[in-house]
Every structure is written in structure tokens, then in C-alpha cells.
């Protein structure tokens, strides 16, 4: 038996030290390794099924070829032939239609440096049309920086200091479980009060001291709220806010407005609920924020964590909320070679691609760590546009998955158990080389292999596509870390990431601005309760994730995304529905046929479900998502999606 130890390349912020054990070149069991202080030998169920993943019936183990998508069905095929073809096609396209009718569509898969942004050098020296990447975090990003320049926060280690810790549209016993076992430790250790505000029950609402339970939606008014409490109680820190912070005045007026009945019309939590959080907030400190990425899913989301985010500086605490540290390390560099390039790449919204593809915008897709056929809104135009005669898409992912079925090529991508790569977590500090464990299974090749194969098939010059991804890593860690060095990093060793100052700000006014001065056009200087509008007969789906699976990953392991639907006694006697009963859900979109639960973690008007389900049908969550962008950063909506029962 051998033991690899790596890191996990999932798109979860945790990122887990994980060792491996190896018999005879194949993995037995991976688990988390105790190296890492934050993800400190506690394995979840993704990294636990990875063994049976890795060899799962569903792995893409070799090329496959069809000539028309929906009249032949795949062969088998091998990567000379299959990367003539799509370099045939590729050149046969960029000459005939220009580079902009060619688009990479990729996200999260794989969050390795080398995989996800290495491999797209070949993408930036062609110039092609490129996505924004907005539909995880980007709105929730975009907000926080109006207030405080970058998103950076809290590191999951200063959870043990925490008297209070509200956990704000964050499910993170399930999406950051190691986050979720500091808070708990915490808990025992310091005696901190574990708040959640989320707007239906959750793993960690069940395991909190106080759960306020807004509409969907409406967490700026509460916010607000929460601030007029904390002024008229005269708990804020005005020494601080006199050092620190910008467009306090103008923001304090705003809140005002917020009496304690506006509040609980416009959110449904009774002022009770409010004051017993301020009271908790005025007695015991630090308290930390944690925003979840659910939160800013929503029509009013991007407002609600800007909304959120403020709350810390009244209190006195810099930074003192956590959304994602992305922003927060050291390193330099360009992966991805953009800054190489005279070219400029047409840049496109991901939640709103639905309707190009329906349009045939595209003539040639190339998608890999992604699988948008059920992860992006607007799935029916989506698997339109991917099955129009006129449009060539080619697909490298590691397993054959809805998106594969809808492909010219699939290519076979290795796991993140079978390269080596940089992985940097979106919470902690820490990092190890991720080594490959085994090696590849079947014929699947990694991305940098394939970009090279391909470039120099279509002619593709530029050197800097063909450079050493090892030589890039060098110079972009080479200020990176507090603990290690470069050499060290490179050599197997723990090291520790350099962050950035809490106490920076890289706003315009280099303070918190209350009151942001980089807000334009139709984005206000303050936070703004944005209204969702809501008929009689409609309800508000929210949508979060499960603990087994990643995403769409992890079905060949754990079976289908369970099909259930959650909705409140009241609404369920009002349709004469009962426990078990099947029950579809309609829009002007899409339809999905799901599996009722009666239960009071949701309120009257609202539904949760599992996300990115696909049910018996075929149909998908998302042909019920709009393609409308938010606001402010361009996210997605999901957490707004209105249905009606048929
Ligand atoms: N097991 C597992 N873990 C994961 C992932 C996974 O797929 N599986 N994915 C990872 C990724 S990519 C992401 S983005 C994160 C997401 O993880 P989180 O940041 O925890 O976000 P969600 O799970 O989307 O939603 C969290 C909670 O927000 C609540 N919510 C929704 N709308 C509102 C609202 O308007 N107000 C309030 N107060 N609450 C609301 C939902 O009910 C839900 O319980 O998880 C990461 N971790
Ligand atoms: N309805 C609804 N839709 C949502 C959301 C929601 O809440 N509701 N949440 C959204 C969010 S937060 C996110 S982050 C996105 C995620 O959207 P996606 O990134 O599309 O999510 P996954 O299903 O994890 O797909 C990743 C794919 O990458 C493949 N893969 C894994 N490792 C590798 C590798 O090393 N190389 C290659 N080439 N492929 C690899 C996997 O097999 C998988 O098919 O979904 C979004 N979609
Ligand atoms: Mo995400």
C-alpha cells in the first residue's frame, strides 16, 4: 500500500490536504489528511466516494465520435483521429465565421490553476468568445467590492475566536463542513452563539441557538433593520466608524426609514426576532458574518450581501464577515496568458448564453469542467442551441454527462486524482502540491495536453501556449506565502498563504464606505430592498446543495439527485396535496415533475429543492430558470425562480 497525499481540486471552498491509498495502482480510499489545520482529517462524502467515482461505469475513458448529433450515435475513436477532427473544424470555423463564432465554455470543475487556467492559453492566443463567469459567486463579489474594494475576509481559524457566529444564507454544514466544525469547536470551546438566517430550515438552522426565517429575498430591509436597532440602542462604534468608514450619515438615515413594522411587513421576521439578534450582537463580540453564495443567488441578492457585508463595521470589526478570501492571497502571475495577447476575447454572460445558443451565435463550442446542460439557466434553450445542425461542440470532461450527449466529440479529461496541480482554497490559507495519485485511467489526457495537441494542429505561434505551466507557478507564488517558499511549495511541503491586510480597504476613499462612491449607473450608492414580485398562485423555488454530491457529480456514486420538493401544510391542503404525492412544477419555461414533502421549513409561498435536479422525464431545474442576469455583477437568479403548481 502507498499512501499519496494531494489536495482536492473541487469547486467547495474547503480544498482538503487528502490522502490516498494506493494498491497496486489503484486508489482504495481517499481521506482527509491532518497536515491542514482547517480541513483537519474530516473527509465528506464527495472525497469519501471518489474511489468509486474514479472507476464508475459513467468515467469517458476513451475519445467518441459522431458525425451528426441527433440522426447517429457515437464511436469509439482515438485522439489522433479525434483531434484532426476538431482542429479541422476549429480552423474550418475561425476562417469562415471568425474567432468570436467559437466558445469556450467552461467553469469549476476542476479548480486547479494549471487545469482550469493554464489550459485555456490556446483559448486567449485565438482570440475566442469567452464567458463572465458569473454563475456562482461573481454578483456576491461585485457588491461586497463597492463597499469594501475586495471580498476578502475572515480565515476559518479566526472562527475560534468568534463569540458570535451568523451563518446568512449560508448552508455550511453541508456547502463548507469545515468551516461549519470550527463554528462548532467555537461553540464548546468559547461558548459562541451559532446564529442562521436562511428563509427555509436547514442542516444548520437545526443545529442553531436562534434561526430568524425571512421571506425569500428581503435581507437588505432586515439588515437594515438589525442597524436601525443597533443606532437607536447606541451600540455602534463611532470611534471606529469615525477612523474607518465613509458615507456613514447617508447611511444611517437610510435605515431610519426601516421602523420595526416596515421590517416585519416586508420580511416576515417580527421585530422580537430582530432585537434578540441586535441584543446578542451588543452583548457578546467578535462576531463574524458569514455570507452565503445563496444569499446573493436572488433577483435582490448582490443587494443583500453588500447589505450584510456593512453590519461588521458598525460593530467596530474590520472585515468582520467571511463571503469567499478568493480575493484575498498574493499571488501574481497570468495562467491564462490574457495579458499575453494583442487579441481582444468577446466576452458573453453565462446566464444569459441560453438564448445565443438557441440563436446559433456559435458555430463551435468547446466546454470542459463544466457540465451546462443542467447547470446553466435556461437549460431548454441551452440543449437547443448545443443540438443545432450548424453548431460543432466538443466536450472534455472526466465522466459522460448530459452535456456529453449532446456533443460531436467527447474527449476523456483525467481526474484530479491523476495530474498534479496548484489548488488554493477560497477560504484558508493553507496549500501543499496537489500530486497525481494515480495515472490516467483509460486513454483521458489532461487539458494542457489537449490544448497543445490541438494548437499545433490549427498552427497556433504563440509561444507562450507551449511554456512550461511549472515556470509560471515559480514567478506568480514567488511573494505568495507567509510560511515556505516557493522551493518548499514545490517540494511537497505545507506552506501558508500570504493575506491581505484586514484593515486595507481598496475603495476609492481607501475606507468601508457606507455609502459607496464607485456605484453607477443603475446601482445606488446604498443597499436597495429590490422587490421580487410575487402573483397569488406563484411560489419561490429556492435551491441549495446536498452533502453527496458536488454540482451534478457524484450521481454514479449516490444514485439520482433525489426528487423531492418541499412546500408548507397550508399550500399543500390548499392543492389537496399530501406527503408522497407527485406534483409538477410550471413556468413559462420549463416544467419538472418532482416528489412532495409537506413540511414547516418553508413558508406559505415558498418551495426548496435539491439543486440542478433532473427528473424521470428528463427535465431539468434549470428550463425553469430565467437567463436574466442580475444588476449588479451579472449573476444568476436561482433563488428567485417563480413557479406555479399544475
Ligand atoms: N456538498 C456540497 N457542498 C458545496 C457545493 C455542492 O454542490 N455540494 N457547492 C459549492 C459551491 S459551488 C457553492 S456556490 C456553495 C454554496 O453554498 P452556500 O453558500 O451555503 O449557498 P446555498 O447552499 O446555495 O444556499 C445557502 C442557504 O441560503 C438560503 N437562501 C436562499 N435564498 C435566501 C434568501 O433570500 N435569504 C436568506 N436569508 N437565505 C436564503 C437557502 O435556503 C440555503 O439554505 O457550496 C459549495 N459547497
Ligand atoms: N438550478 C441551479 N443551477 C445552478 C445552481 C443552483 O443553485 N441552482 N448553482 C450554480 C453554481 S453555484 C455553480 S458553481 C454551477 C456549477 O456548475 P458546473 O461547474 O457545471 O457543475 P458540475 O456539475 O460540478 O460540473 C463540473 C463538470 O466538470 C467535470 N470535471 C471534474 N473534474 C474535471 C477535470 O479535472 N477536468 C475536466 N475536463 N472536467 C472535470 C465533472 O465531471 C462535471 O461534469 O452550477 C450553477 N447552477
Ligand atoms: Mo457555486
Same mark, same amino acid.
Given at each position: 500500500?502507498?499512501?499519496?497525499?494531494?489536495?482536492?481540486?473541487?469547486?467547495?471552498?474547503?480544498?482538503?490536504?487528502?490522502?490516498?491509498?494506493?494498491?497496486?495502482?489503484?486508489?482504495?480510499?481517499?481521506?482527509?489528511?491532518?497536515?491542514?489545520?482547517?480541513?483537519?482529517?474530516?473527509?465528506?462524502?464527495?472525497?469519501?466516494?471518489?474511489?468509486?467515482?474514479?472507476?464508475?461505469?459513467?468515467?469517458?475513458?476513451?475519445?467518441?465520435?459522431?458525425?451528426?448529433?441527433?440522426?447517429?450515435?457515437?464511436?469509439?475513436?482515438?485522439?489522433?483521429?479525434?483531434?484532426?477532427?476538431?482542429?479541422?473544424?476549429?480552423?474550418?470555423?475561425?476562417?469562415?465565421?471568425?474567432?468570436?463564432?467559437?466558445?469556450?465554455?467552461?467553469?469549476?470543475?476542476?479548480?486547479?490553476?494549471?487545469?482550469?487556467?493554464?489550459?485555456?492559453?490556446?483559448?486567449?492566443?485565438?482570440?475566442?468568445?469567452?464567458?463572465?463567469?458569473?454563475?456562482?459567486?461573481?454578483?456576491?463579489?461585485? #457588491?461586497?467590492?463597492?463597499?469594501?474594494?475586495?471580498?476578502?475576509?475572515?480565515?476559518?481559524?479566526?472562527?475560534?475566536?468568534?463569540?458570535?457566529?451568523?451563518?446568512?444564507?449560508?448552508?455550511?454544514?453541508?456547502?463548507?463542513?469545515?468551516?461549519? #466544525?470550527?463554528?462548532?469547536?467555537?461553540?464548546?470551546?468559547?461558548?459562541?452563539?451559532?446564529?442562521?438566517?436562511?428563509?427555509?430550515? $436547514?442542516?444548520?438552522?437545526?443545529?442553531?441557538?436562534?434561526?430568524?426565517?425571512?421571506?425569500?429575498?428581503?435581507?437588505?430591509?432586515?439588515?437594515?433593520?438589525?442597524?436601525?436597532?443597533?443606532?437607536?440602542?447606541?451600540?455602534?462604534?463611532?470611534?471606529?466608524?469615525?477612523?474607518?468608514?465613509?458615507?456613514?450619515?447617508?447611511?444611517?438615515?437610510?435605515?431610519?426609514?426601516?421602523?420595526?413594522?416596515?421590517?416585519?411587513?416586508?420580511?416576515?421576521? $417580527?421585530?422580537?426576532?430582530?432585537?434578540?439578534?441586535?441584543?446578542?450582537?451588543?452583548?457578546?463580540?467578535?462576531? @463574524?458574518?458569514?455570507?452565503?453564495?445563496?444569499?446573493?443567488?436572488?433577483?435582490?441578492?448582490?443587494?443583500?450581501?453588500?447589505?450584510?457585508?456593512?453590519?461588521?463595521?458598525?460593530?467596530?470589526? /474590520?472585515?468582520?464577515?467571511?463571503?469567499?478570501?478568493?480575493?484575498?492571497?498574493?499571488?501574481?502571475?497570468?495562467?491564462?496568458?490574457?495579458?499575453?495577447?494583442?487579441?481582444?476575447?468577446?466576452?458573453?454572460?453565462?446566464?444569459?448564453?441560453?438564448?445565443?445558443?438557441?440563436?446559433?451565435?456559435?458555430?463551435?463550442?468547446?466546454?470542459?469542467?463544466?457540465? =451546462?446542460?443542467?447547470?446553466?439557466?435556461?437549460?431548454?434553450?441551452?440543449?437547443?442551441?448545443?443540438?443545432?445542425?450548424?453548431?460543432?461542440?466538443?466536450?472534455?470532461?472526466? /465522466?459522460?454527462?448530459?452535456?456529453?450527449?449532446?456533443?460531436?466529440?467527447?474527449?476523456?479529461?483525467?481526474?484530479?486524482?491523476?495530474?498534479?496541480?496548484?489548488?488554493?482554497?477560497?477560504?484558508?490559507?493553507?496549500?501543499?502540491?496537489?500530486?497525481?495519485?494515480?495515472?490516467?485511467?483509460?486513454?483521458?489526457?489532461?487539458?494542457?495536453?489537449?490544448?497543445?495537441?490541438?494548437?499545433?494542429?490549427?498552427?497556433?505561434?504563440?509561444?507562450?501556449?507551449?511554456?512550461?505551466?511549472?515556470?509560471?507557478?515559480?514567478?506568480?507564488?514567488?511573494?505568495?506565502?507567509?510560511?515556505?517558499?516557493?522551493?518548499?511549495?514545490?517540494?511537497?511541503?505545507?506552506?501558508?498563504?500570504?493575506?491581505?491586510?484586514?484593515?486595507?480597504?481598496?475603495?476609492?476613499?481607501?475606507?468601508?464606505?457606507?455609502?459607496?462612491?464607485?456605484? $453607477?449607473?443603475?446601482?445606488?450608492?446604498?443597499?436597495?430592498?429590490?422587490?421580487? =414580485?410575487?402573483?397569488?398562485?406563484?411560489?419561490?423555488?429556492?435551491? $441549495?446543495?446536498?452533502?453527496?454530491?458536488? /454540482?451534478?457529480?457524484?450521481?454514479?456514486?449516490?444514485?439520482?439527485? =433525489?426528487?423531492?420538493?418541499?412546500?408548507?401544510?397550508?399550500? #399543500?391542503?390548499? /392543492?389537496?396535496?399530501?406527503?408522497?404525492?407527485?406534483?409538477?412544477?410550471?413556468?413559462?419555461?420549463?416544467?419538472?415533475?418532482?416528489?412532495?414533502?409537506?413540511?414547516?421549513?418553508?413558508?406559505?409561498?415558498?418551495?426548496?429543492?435539491?439543486?440542478?435536479?433532473?427528473?424521470?422525464?428528463?427535465?431539468?431545474?434549470?428550463?425553469?430558470?430565467?437567463?436574466?442576469?442580475?444588476?449588479?455583477?451579472?449573476?444568476?437568479?436561482?433563488?428567485? @425562480?417563480?413557479?406555479?403548481?399544475?
Amino acid at each position: 500500500m502507498t499512501l499519496v497525499k494531494t489536495m482536492c481540486a473541487r469547486d467547495c471552498p474547503d480544498a482538503c490536504f487528502l490522502t490516498a491509498d494506493v494498491e497496486e495502482g489503484t486508489i482504495v480510499l481517499v481521506r482527509a489528511n491532518k497536515d491542514n489545520p482547517v480541513t483537519n482529517g474530516i473527509t465528506c462524502p464527495r472525497a469519501h466516494g471518489d474511489p468509486t467515482r474514479v472507476y464508475s461505469l459513467k468515467r469517458a475513458l476513451n475519445p467518441y465520435i459522431r458525425e451528426e448529433k441527433t440522426k447517429s450515435t457515437f464511436s469509439l475513436s482515438n485522439w489522433d483521429e479525434t483531434l484532426e477532427l476538431v482542429s479541422e473544424r476549429l480552423k474550418e470555423t475561425i476562417k469562415l465565421h471568425g474567432p468570436e463564432s467559437v466558445l469556450l465554455l467552461d467553469y469549476a470543475g476542476n479548480t486547479g490553476f494549471i487545469t482550469s487556467s493554464f489550459s485555456k492559453r490556446i483559448w486567449n492566443a485565438l482570440g475566442v468568445t469567452k464567458t463572465d463567469y458569473t454563475v456562482c459567486s461573481a454578483s456576491g463579489h461585485a #457588491a461586497i467590492n463597492l463597499h469594501y474594494g475586495l471580498s476578502y475576509g475572515n480565515q476559518p481559524e479566526g472562527l475560534l475566536e468568534k463569540k458570535v457566529i451568523i451563518f446568512w444564507g449560508n448552508n455550511a454544514k453541508v456547502s463548507t463542513p469545515h468551516q461549519w #466544525a470550527l463554528a462548532m469547536q467555537a461553540k464548546r470551546e468559547n461558548d459562541a452563539i451559532i446564529i442562521a438566517i436562511d428563509s427555509r430550515g $436547514s442542516e444548520t438552522t437545526d443545529m442553531a441557538d436562534l434561526w430568524l426565517y425571512p421571506k425569500p429575498g428581503t435581507d437588505v430591509a432586515l439588515s437594515y433593520g438589525l442597524a436601525n436597532y443597533l443606532i437607536e440602542k447606541g451600540a455602534v462604534d463611532s470611534e471606529f466608524i469615525e477612523r474607518w468608514t465613509h458615507g456613514y450619515e447617508e447611511y444611517k438615515a437610510e435605515t431610519m426609514k426601516w421602523t420595526p413594522e416596515r421590517v416585519e411587513t416586508t420580511t416576515g421576521v $417580527s421585530w422580537e426576532g430582530v432585537k434578540e439578534l441586535g441584543d446578542i450582537l451588543i452583548e457578546f463580540s467578535p462576531s @463574524v458574518f458569514m455570507i452565503g453564495l445563496g444569499l446573493q443567488k436572488s433577483l435582490p441578492g448582490a443587494e443583500a450581501a453588500r447589505a450584510v457585508s456593512l453590519l461588521p463595521a458598525l460593530l467596530g470589526e /474590520h472585515r468582520g464577515f467571511y463571503y469567499t478570501n478568493s480575493m484575498g492571497w498574493c499571488i501574481g502571475g497570468d495562467f491564462s496568458g490574457e495579458s499575453l495577447t494583442e487579441r481582444k476575447s468577446n466576452v458573453v454572460s453565462m446566464i444569459s448564453l441560453g438564448e445565443r445558443l438557441a440563436r446559433g451565435e456559435f458555430k463551435f463550442i468547446y466546454v470542459f469542467s463544466m457540465n =451546462p446542460a443542467l447547470t446553466l439557466p435556461d437549460s431548454v434553450n441551452v440543449k437547443k442551441g448545443f443540438l443545432r445542425d450548424d453548431v460543432f461542440v466538443v466536450v472534455h470532461d472526466t /465522466h459522460l454527462t448530459e452535456t456529453c450527449e449532446l456533443a460531436n466529440v467527447v474527449l476523456p479529461a483525467s481526474t484530479y486524482l491523476e495530474k498534479d496541480d496548484v489548488i488554493v482554497s477560497d477560504c484558508h490559507p493553507y496549500v501543499m502540491l496537489a500530486k497525481k495519485v494515480i495515472e490516467p485511467e483509460g486513454e483521458s489526457r489532461d487539458e494542457v495536453w489537449v490544448m497543445r495537441e490541438i494548437a499545433k494542429r490549427v498552427g497556433v505561434k504563440e509561444s507562450w501556449v507551449y511554456s512550461d505551466p511549472w515556470i509560471e507557478v515559480k514567478s506568480s507564488f514567488i511573494d505568495a506565502f507567509e510560511e515556505g517558499t516557493v522551493e518548499d511549495y514545490l517540494a511537497g511541503k505545507t506552506c501558508k498563504l500570504k493575506s491581505r491586510p484586514m484593515d486595507e480597504y481598496q475603495t476609492p476613499s481607501g475606507r468601508i464606505e457606507f455609502a459607496s462612491t464607485s456605484a $453607477s449607473g443603475e446601482v445606488t450608492a446604498l443597499p436597495d430592498q429590490l422587490e421580487l =414580485p410575487q402573483g397569488p398562485d406563484e411560489y419561490v423555488l429556492l435551491q $441549495s446543495a446536498d452533502s453527496r454530491y458536488l /454540482h451534478t457529480q457524484f450521481r454514479d456514486v449516490y444514485g439520482s439527485i =433525489p426528487d423531492e420538493v418541499w412546500m408548507n401544510p397550508v399550500d #399543500a391542503d390548499r /392543492h389537496n396535496l399530501k406527503d408522497g404525492d407527485p406534483i409538477t412544477l410550471v413556468n413559462d419555461l420549463g416544467k419538472i415533475n418532482l416528489t412532495l414533502t409537506v413540511t414547516e421549513k418553508v413558508q406559505r409561498g415558498v418551495l426548496w429543492s435539491r439543486r440542478e435536479l433532473l427528473d424521470e422525464e428528463g427535465n431539468a431545474q434549470n428550463s425553469l430558470v430565467p437567463g436574466t442576469p442580475q444588476r449588479l455583477g451579472g449573476g444568476p437568479m436561482f433563488n428567485s @425562480v417563480k413557479v406555479r403548481v399544475l
